[in-house]
T-cell receptor, first 118, second 116 residues
Framework: AQKVTQAQTEISVVEKEDVTLDCVYE???????LFWYKQPPSGELVFLIR??????QNEISGRYSWNFQKSTSSFNFTITASQVVDSAVYFC???????????????FGSGTRLSIRP | GAVVSQHPSWVICKSGTSVKIECRSL??????MFWYRQFPKQSLMLMAT?????????EQGVEKDKFLINHASLTLSTLTVTSAHPEDSSFYIC????????????FGEGSWLTVV
């Protein structure tokens, strides 16, 4: 069975601090996708990144970076020099590889509520 | 880019009535759509997988007679909450899978349902 664990329920840091959101996943599939989404108070899901299970390269996008380690089944997300606008709930998610079945459903972690204080 | 639109964004209905939420893929065909429910301060929980032209596949614990899903075309799936009760008040969000291969999934903006 697939499972995504975000152990940090809430994190609060002062603006300009770096913060890392943890994500640990479980899956029996050898091919899968990992995601991070941002959900501001308005509710919509903002797509941040998708990572294929065969691509363990870390990625950096501006102040955002992701560390994917298959050995520990983790896909952590770091925000550098945090800003107040980063305040939101962040979800890590997992999806098995697509096919012609009803695959590709995304399983979400419980989310981490991030508050950036000015 | 691809867009998935949900309507309505907000809806208030009386207890006992039914309410329909639409999920449309605006510039691509979606053979598969997914419906999620999110209670306040909780995660998104998959309710069902909607396949065009066939019956939806419901997750364990989701009442298929209460949450009717219809996916009659490649661009539209609807979720009807029948005989709604206050405990059905939630944020409902859909996603659509683009194409048969690959794993590109787009989410709608979500629909806030309040049952009074």
């Amino acid at each position: 069975a697939q499972k995504v664990t975000q152990a940090q329920t809430e994190i609060s840091v002062v603006e300009k601090e770096d913060v890392t959101l943890d994500c640990v996943y479980e899956t029996r599939d050898t091919t899968y996708y990992l995601f991070w989404y941002k959900q501001p108070p308005s509710g919509e899901l903002v797509f941040l990144i998708r990572r294929n299970s065969f691509d363990e390269q870390n990625e950096i996008s501006g102040r955002y970076s992701w560390n994917f380690q298959k050995s520990t089944s983790s896909f952590n997300f770091t925000i550098t020099a945090s800003q107040v606008v980063d305040s939101a709930v962040y979800f890590c998610a997992l999806s098995e590889a697509s096919g012609y079945s009803s695959a590709s459903k995304i399983i979400f972690g419980s989310g981490t509520r991030l508050s950036i204080r000015p | 880019g691809a867009v998935v639109s949900q309507h309505p964004s907000w809806v208030i209905c009386k207890s006992g009535t039914s309410v329909k939420i639409e999920c449309r893929s605006l510039d691509f065909q979606a053979t598969t759509m997914f419906w999620y429910r999110q209670f306040p301060k909780q995660s998104l929980m998959l309710m069902a997988t909607s396949n065009e032209g066939s019956k939806a596949t419901y997750e364990q614990g989701v009442e298929k007679d209460k949450f009717l899903i219809n996916h009659a075309s490649l661009t539209l799936s609807t979720l009807t909450v029948t005989s709604a009760h206050p405990e059905d008040s939630s944020f409902y969000i859909c996603s659509a899978r683009a194409g048969q291969s690959g794993n590109t999934i787009y989410f709608g903006e979500g629909s806030w349902l309040t049952v009074v």
